[in-house]
């Protein structure tokens, strides 16, 4: 996979957090930076699905639409009473 090359600033308490993971977990800074970018995108997919899915579930059915599904309902327990 091809890599690129980029300068960033971070706070120097930061940085040197940065140093001690990075020794302690025997890897480059630049690996752990690009674990870091990774965990985030893939938490920011994660909420965006979520977003997404939790607008899909808000909507409510409206009135004509719950009329059809109380309808269904009582044919459905008519069905399943009837094979008891």
Do not use: C, H
């Not at 965990?39 to 004509?64: I, S």
């Amino acid at each position: 996979m091809a890599t690129v090359k980029t300068a960033i600033s971070i706070p120097e308490d930061l940085f040197e957090g940065l140093e001690i993971a990075s020794k302690e977990l025997k890897i480059s800074r630049s690996q752990v930076f690009a674990l870091a970018v990774k965990d985030f995108l893939r938490e920011r997919e994660n909420r965006r699905m979520l977003d997404q899915l939790n607008r899909v579930y808000a909507d409510r059915p409206d009135e004509k639409e719950q009329e059809y599904l109380e309808r269904m309902k009582a044919r459905y327990r008519k069905i399943i009473e009837g094979e008891w």
